[in-house]
């Protein structure tokens, strides 16, 4: 019983006494467990840091692996550490002001390191090593991580990939003297992932091994005899067949730098000044680079300066978004863009008269605002024409269709990121400063098949690019139409796809 007063009587004052010790002795226990507390937290944060020293910026964010470490990070590892410490002392490590990534970000990471691994044939034993086309990071992936991007990968449901990081995480759950993730929790996710790619038996039996460890898990039990019902099912029916893909044969090739053009066809292939298309050409002559003569793809040299690039990167950023193609945000197109006018800032209207210089005198008026590009991790433009097949053509702009086009490459890639045409079997690697100019459209306004192209997944580093194109109004006079192509057959494109 609490007395009423204590000052009355000295056993009472004792018990203020005895108060005050326990009091002391219950702060020792708080100070030893903050300490425990704080140095757990000083561990973590070295390690933390750690994997962030002396990374060059630009290298560590685009490639995939240490991208996709650092969103897992920030999206769970501080969040944990934020938890707690809001619990225990009242603080906050992440508030509202603090930028972090949501879980599409970390699935989208997961879907773009999947499409780099297949398109760049990458070994996942490297990338977990830390390899990536000469480029490397500053330590090796452990199990736990190995099974995060597996995790991820099979969320984003490219569960053949995640399937190869799921071996790669048992592989290293092996060989490590404490993994920070259990064997029953990997396997669980496994045997789920690979039911999913139709590897049944596989999945029947790294669902053994988990019973092994675990053997009343009771998810465990019921995959074991759904997976034997497949298999079974499998024996008297046969293997369903894997969905191919649907790409041109020669996409891939040409984007990893496989495909070599013959060197009598490159013998015919000029560099050279011109002079001539317009007026102003004769005072400063542009560096050309012929890459195809029929169809024609020009490539000009030097035609942005890196102060123009920093400017038109600047007023992009500012403004990125999700790239859209008509109001849905894109599946096939991994990149951020924005129109820009001449009403954003002078620069603009420069680059178009510029681009007038490389159009072999096409009208301006027909010219479209200059769209900027940045693409994300393995960001790619899928084989598509940049002119409409449908009529009437991009009927929200109400010009045309798609003439031509003109891109400027605002930076180099380190690795990656080709501009290829699979149908005239040539690609083209971005080089900062340069712009690479083609027609769409034939002479009477049909599609030119032979312009299919694409935007090659980035590996390494960031890929920006400024795109002009030229639409068919107000060209008239310039470019008078022509009843038929000029000695192509339409179905040129058809043809060299059935070889
Ligand atoms: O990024 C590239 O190399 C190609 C881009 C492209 O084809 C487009 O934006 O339409
Ligand atoms: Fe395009």
Redesign the pocket.
Known sequence: QIPSEFYSSIQNMELLLKSELAILDRLDKIIRLSEARVSELKRQRDSLRQDLEGVDSLEYVSNPVSAFLMTKRLLKDYQDIDALIRKELDVMLIDDTTVIPATVDLLGVAEGLSRLQDLYLLEVEDMADGYMYGYRLNRKLNAKECYEIALAMSQSTVFENANKWFREALRRWEAEKSPKVSKVEILDYFTFSLFEDAEYQEAYDRTIDLLRLDPKNEGALQKKETFAMWLKFVEENGPTPKEPKLSHPLYEPLCRGEVHRFADELSKLRCRLDTKTTPFLRLAPLKVEEVSLEPPIYLYHKVISDEEIDKLIELGKARLNRATVGQMVSQV?ISQNVWLSEEVDPLLGVLQRRTYDMSRGLSMQGFDMV?V?N?GIGGH?IP?Y?CDSEYPPFPQFNMGNRLA?L?YYLSDVEVG???VFPRLSLGVF?IKGSAIFWHNVHHNGNVDERML????PTLIGS?W?A?IWIHEYHQEFVLPCKLYAENLPEDIGKEEDSN
């Open positions: 197109r769209q590009n693409y433009n598509h940049d086009t891109m990121g080709g501009t971005p192209h694409a935007g090659c890929k690019v795109n």
